[in-house]
């Protein structure tokens, strides 16, 4: 994400944000989806590699546990 404008990388932090809280536990394929409607709700373009990345991340989360900061 360090590659996007500052705007666009802090509108990806709460897209982040918002499909965890929704779509936790659940696959990569609807944590992709997710995190894609989310985007573009927010003006962001939802072909974004970050986007792929961030639904492993979730989905993967899941499967591990909370994420650390969760977890202090």
Do not use: C, N, Y
């Not at 409607?37 to 639904?55: F, K, L, Q």
């Amino acid at each position: 994400m360090q590659d996007l404008p500052l705007e666009i990388r802090i509108k990806a932090g709460l897209v982040f944000e918002l499909a965890a809280d929704r779509v936790s536990g659940q696959p990569v394929e609807v944590t992709s989806r997710a995190l894609r409607a989310v985007a573009v709700a927010e003006g962001i373009d939802s072909r974004h590699r970050w986007i792929d990345a961030a639904a492993a991340e979730i989905a993967g989360a899941s499967a591990v546990g909370p994420r650390q900061e969760e977890a202090t």
